[in-house]
């Protein structure tokens, strides 16, 4: 009886250990940072067919076709860039009144900005909703301005808009970081 139980333990062992799943090497791959300036999308990043391809079960709370939140993102910071506060508002569900009181104020009161470029990670679900409808993007920003070069790291929480057609920033937090 006990040689049964001594031959049983391993493949109960094995039974319960299963490999990752496809899906995994989908996200892996998504995974590879998206860099852009904000000036203008050079299209260095990875193959944007297989990008959307892994990113459609987290982007699915919004309709077919619409940008990543990455995109909008960089959409976003070349807004602030060139100071069109009609088009970095728009991509927030309620802008901020105030640039001063924004989630972003430290990118919004930089002076004499030269470039701001963004470095974005693969999204997070930050409800129990499937599909999500609130995601963090983690982000890495870097502005050079004519006082110098700051460096910033947190996330954007981003939302479906209200129609579904595209994301839109709920919230942000934003730390200055050291080299």
């Given at each position: 009886m006990r040689r049964i139980l001594f031959l049983i333990a391993p493949l109960v062992l094995l039974g319960c250990s299963r490999p990752a799943a496809q899906a995994t090497d989908d996200i892996a791959?998504?995974?590879a940072p998206v860099a852009a300036t904000a000036a203008a999308d050079t299209g260095t990043g990875p193959d944007s067919a297989a990008l959307?391809?892994?990113d459609v079960p987290l982007l699915s709370a919004v309709v077919d076709g619409a940008e990543p939140p990455s995109t909008m993102l960089n959409r976003y910071v070349a807004a602030?860039?060139?100071?069109?506060?009609?088009?970095s508002d728009a991509a927030w569900?309620?802008?901020p009144g105030d640039?001063?009181?924004a989630d972003d104020a430290a990118l919004r009161q930089l002076?004499?900005?030269r470039t701001l470029r963004l470095h974005s990670d693969t999204p997070i679900a930050r409800d129990e909703r499937q599909p999500p409808q609130l995601l963090e993007v983690p982000v890495q920003i870097r502005a050079v301005t004519t006082n110098g070069t700051f460096r910033f790291g947190g996330w954007y929480?981003?939302?479906?808009?209200?129609?579904g057609s595209a994301w839109q920033i709920q919230s942000a937090?934003?730390?200055?970081t050291l080299d």
């Open positions: 791959a998504a995974s959307q391809a892994s602030l860039l060139n100071r069109d506060r009609a088009a569900t309620i802008p640039p001063r009181h002076q004499d900005l929480r981003v939302q479906p808009s209200s129609d937090q934003l730390r200055p």
